[in-house]
């Protein structure tokens, strides 16, 4: 799995709990898988379809650095499913998973749209 992206945990990030909101890293799943599709894609017009049974694992608090992961599970027609994890890397610990979260490539007209990609292509392989 490849780690794209950290954040630190502010205190306008936590729960009642002192911990992190999950709803606050939800988001910041959503808009990591949703860039990282849209640069696989190459299309800013992605939108999330689905995502798998979400399962919290640990939490962090205030001070900690998260780091956001991906790999890809397949490319469909229309479609990238992904797998994202999420650890902290003050403890170690897995934070949360999801196995599958489905981004959808979408047309001019707003409708799914096929996108031609079978694999993971680097930005480094474009620009040669």
């Known amino acids: 799995m490849r780690f794209h992206t950290r954040k630190w945990v502010k205190p306008e990030d936590l729960n009642p709990n002192g911990t992190l909101f999950g709803g ?11 860039l990282y599709t849209i640069i696989q894609l190459e299309n800013p017009k992605v ?3 689905h995502m798998s049974e979400i399962n ?6 205030q001070g900690d650095i ?10 469909g027609n229309s ?21 599958t979260t489905t ?7 707003g409708k799914p749209k096929a996108h031609g990609k079978t694999q ?7 620009l040669s």
């Open 24 to 34: 606050k890293l939800l988001a910041w799943i959503d808009e990591e898988l949703a």
């Open 120 to 126: 993971i292509e680097y930005v480094k392989n474009r």
């Open 66 to 75: 998260i780091e956001i992961g991906i790999d890809v599970v397949k490319f």
């Open 79 to 99: 479609s990238l499913t992904l797998k994202c994890e999420v650890r902290n890397m003050m403890t170690r610990e897995t934070i949360i998973s999801i196995d």
């Open 103 to 109: 981004m959808v490539n979408l047309g001019a007209d």
């Open 47 to 49: 939108v999330t379809k």
């Open 56 to 61: 919290f694992r640990s939490s962090a608090k």
